[in-house]
């Protein structure tokens, strides 16, 4: 399951970054400004842990958010359902509760679809959890 995750996110990569070299865009166009974000230590007491991920639409027409999968249950994602027009800007924010994650090394991933040209985007949290 592990391989074919990382197989997923490499080939969304690519394609994401063969679209950017592209900027033709017919459509809507999700471009996040980073798409992976390093908590670095996080403690399992202590409070959740949040981090945004901003994106732009450098597309023809409107951008809709649609949803935001979460890879588990410790991972919580809030976005605006309202359109983004052509050159604006939004944001996704993710909620981290460390205390449901096991202790050491993690990596979670979120799915986000949209009416984007691509579909599909991935975005990427990793950090260590101690107790």
Not at 99 to 107: A, H, I, Q
């Amino acid at each position: 399951m592990k391989i074919l995750l990382v197989l997923l996110c490499s080939v969304m990569t690519i394609l994401s970054l063969h679209a950017e070299e592209k900027r033709d865009y017919k459509g809507a166009h999700l471009t996040f400004e980073e798409s992976e974000y390093d908590f670095g230590e996080v403690s399992r007491k202590g409070e959740n842990r949040s981090c945004s991920f901003r994106f732009v639409n450098d597309g023809t027409e409107p951008l809709v958010v649609l949803s935001a999968t979460t890879s588990c249950s410790c991972l919580k994602a809030e976005f605006s359902r309202k359109p983004i027009a052509v050159g604006e800007r939004g944001e996704i924010q993710l909620t981290l509760e460390a205390k449901k994650v096991d202790k050491g090394v993690f990596r979670r991933v979120v799915q986000i679809r949209s009416n984007s040209v691509c579909g599909t985007e991935i975005i990427t949290i990793k950090g260590v959890t101690k107790d």
